[in-house]
Antibody, heavy 118, light 108 residues
């Protein structure tokens, strides 16, 4: 069955960068795309960006443009999200999510809590 | 950017009763609308896509309807495991994907 396993919780200082990984298993990695979605405590999910696992094409939210980079390693069936210039407002649970038809999310990772605090 | 608005914010329902949740899009999204269930400390789970198609393994008591700008999620007879927060999300006009603010279904 499909499994998405994310890296562990992170605590970062303002201005630092964080890289979260998401290892996929249970299907052919390059067939589908991934989104990254974050959720601050008590808030609605917020879309961060997308990567086509097959060809590496990416799309990013304008809100994070210039601060976020999403990559993938097909040999490791893993996608990564790198967020730089962190500020306290970036404190949230970050989820990777696999798509069903390149856009529709059908499976989510368990989430990675990123805490930004001085 | 398409804004998704859900109502009510909280719905108090007794087990066995019917619950109807609403979602409105600021512009038409055809039937490219999904519903997710989220329990505390867990990731969201896909319930409905294409406005009315149940995802794999989702019980028949969950049903979705609507198109364009108005959508509903109905839970025909609430079970204890259904008390959670429900989000709608459009995937018609993107980027960005956008989510509603959620409806919390709580025990009355």
């Amino acid at each position: 069955q499909v499994q998405l396993v994310q890296s562990g919780a992170e605590v970062k200082k303002p201005g630092a960068s964080v890289k979260v990984s998401c290892e996929a298993s249970g299907y052919t990695f390059t067939t589908y795309a991934f989104h990254w979605v974050r959720q601050a405590p008590g808030q609605r999910p917020e879309w961060v960006g997308w990567i086509n696992a097959g060809n590496g094409d990416t799309k990013y939210s304008q809100k994070f443009q210039g601060r976020v980079t999403i990559t993938r390693d097909t040999s490791a069936s893993t996608v990564y999200m790198d967020l730089s210039s962190l500020r306290s407002e970036d404190t949230a649970v970050y989820y990777c999510a696999k798509t069903m038809y390149q856009v529709l999310i059908d499976h989510w990772g368990q989430g990675t809590l990123v805490t930004v605090s001085s | 950017e398409i804004v998704m608005t859900q109502s009510p914010a909280t719905l108090s329902v007794s087990p066995g009763e019917r619950a109807t949740l609403s979602c409105r899009a600021s512009q038409g999204v055809s039937r490219n609308l999904a519903w997710y269930q989220q329990k505390p400390g867990q990731a969201p789970r896909l319930l409905i896509y294409g406005a009315s198609t149940r995802a794999t393994g989702i019980p028949v008591r969950f049903s979705g309807g609507g198109s364009g700008t108005e959508f509903t999620l109905t839970i025909s007879s609430l079970q204890s495991e259904d008390f959670a927060v429900y989000y709608c999300q459009q995937y018609n006009n993107w980027p960005p994907l956008t989510f509603g603010g959620g409806t919390k279904v709580e025990i009355k």
